[in-house]
């Protein structure tokens, strides 16, 4: 177990988070979806807006999530933690 906030499960299989396990995994992962499909929809006309928009976002997205997945993120081969 890590000393930090957990939001997010590990994956059973492979590399990375699984589904939030907290409110907090959740909101972020919702507030990640709406900002992307906002972004998406009102920069529909323009690529490099909405690549330059999400790219960061996402890398963002993903730290967090690294950061608080319980356990970490590493490879997994179906055994539970």
């Keep these: 177990m890590t ?3 957990e939001w997010f499960a590990p994956k ?3 590399f990375g988070a699984g ?4 409110w907090q995994g959740w909101a972020m992962s919702i507030g990640f979806i709406a900002i992307a499909w906002g972004t998406v929809f009102l920069f529909r006309d323009r690529p490099l ?3 330059a928009v999400l790219l960061p ?3 963002v997205f993903m730290i ?3 950061k608080t997945t319980r ?3 590493h490879w997994r081969w179906g055994k539970r933690d």
């Excluded at 589904?19 to 907290?22: A, D, F, I, K, R």
């Design 64 to 66: 967090i999530a690294a």
């Design 49 to 51: 807006v909405v690549a």
């Design 19 to 22: 589904l939030p396990v907290s």
């Design 57 to 59: 976002l996402t890398i």
């Design 3 to 5: 000393d930090g906030p």
């Design 12 to 14: 059973r299989f492979g």
């Design 71 to 73: 356990g970490g993120w």
